[in-house]
């Protein structure tokens, strides 16, 4: 079992920064791809960033590409997302997800309870 909890979020107005943090426990962090996921009122929930285990490789979701950034301290068992030029569309519930990176193809098997991201107009 892995358990992740995010941290870091709240209320902003656009075009400010924030960086939402996960710690995860109970298994060997380094050996888990880390992925960012949001859901916004009455939508469903999108995939916004994930990192491989390493490291060495991100990913993105289009709407945000160059403006967040996905990174991680395996030393630190914590995931980072760093959001910068935020718009009020970015407002939504944020989740870290993991999943072990042997198996990348698979759905993300561990969830974190989320942490809110308001952004006001």
């Known amino acids: 079992q892995v358990q992740l909890v995010e941290s870091g979020g709240g209320l902003v107005q656009a075009g400010d920064s924030l960086r939402v943090s996960c710690a995860a426990s109970?298994?060997?962090?380094?050996?888990?791809?880390m992925g960012w996921f949001r859901q916004a009122p009455g939508k469903e929930r999108e995939f916004v960033a994930a990192i491989t285990s390493s490291g060495r490789s991100t990913y993105y979701a289009d709407s945000v590409k160059g403006r967040f950034t996905i990174s991680r301290d395996n030393a630190k068992n914590t995931v980072y997302l760093q959001m910068n030029s935020l718009k009020p569309e970015d407002t939504a519930v944020y989740y870290c997800a993991a999943k072990i990176e042997s198996r990348s193809s698979s759905e993300y098997a561990y969830w974190g309870q989320g942490t809110q991201v308001t952004v006001s107009s």
């Open positions: 109970g298994r060997t962090f380094s050996n888990y791809r």
